[in-house]
Nanobody
Framework: QVQLVESGGGLVQAGGSLRLSCAAS????????MDWYRQAPGKQREWVAG???????NYVESVKGRFTISADNTKNTVYLQMNSLKPEDTAVYYC??????????????????WGQGTQVTVSS
């Protein structure tokens, strides 16, 4: 089991910044990838950014150049630095981790873990 706890959400004016944190209960070297997703009211959950165990990062087009995902392996924490925030960034942001599970006598499989979410509200 992997537990994920997000923090850092809040209310900010357009153009402002926030940094989200996701603390994992396991070494982030042991997961395949950690991501941030977001879900705005009435919309489907959207992938925002991801970082692999090797440190490779990727972003959805709408946040490139504004958001930065990073990891502190000593703290088992992944961050999402969000700059130049826009009202359309308003959403509940969720941390996600994918980890391969190895059970004796069974083929390995990938399991998904989610945090509880943190609200980000950007006012115009």
């Amino acid at each position: 089991q992997v537990q994920l706890v997000e923090s850092g959400g809040g209310l900010v004016q357009a153009g402002g910044s926030l940094r989200l944190s996701c603390a994992a209960s396991t070494s982030i070297f042991s997961v395949n990838v950690m991501d941030w997703y977001r879900q705005a009211p009435g919309k489907q959950r959207e992938w925002v950014a991801g970082i692999t165990s090797s440190g490779r990062t990727n972003y959805v087009e709408s946040v490139k150049g504004r958001f930065t995902i990073s990891a502190d392996n000593t703290k088992n924490t992944v961050y999402l630095q969000m700059n130049s925030l826009k009202p359309e960034d308003t959403a509940v942001y969720y941390c996600h981790a994918e980890k391969t599970v190895y059970n004796s006598g069974h083929l390995p499989y990938a399991n998904d873990y989610w945090g509880q979410g943190t609200q980000v509200t950007v006012s115009s």
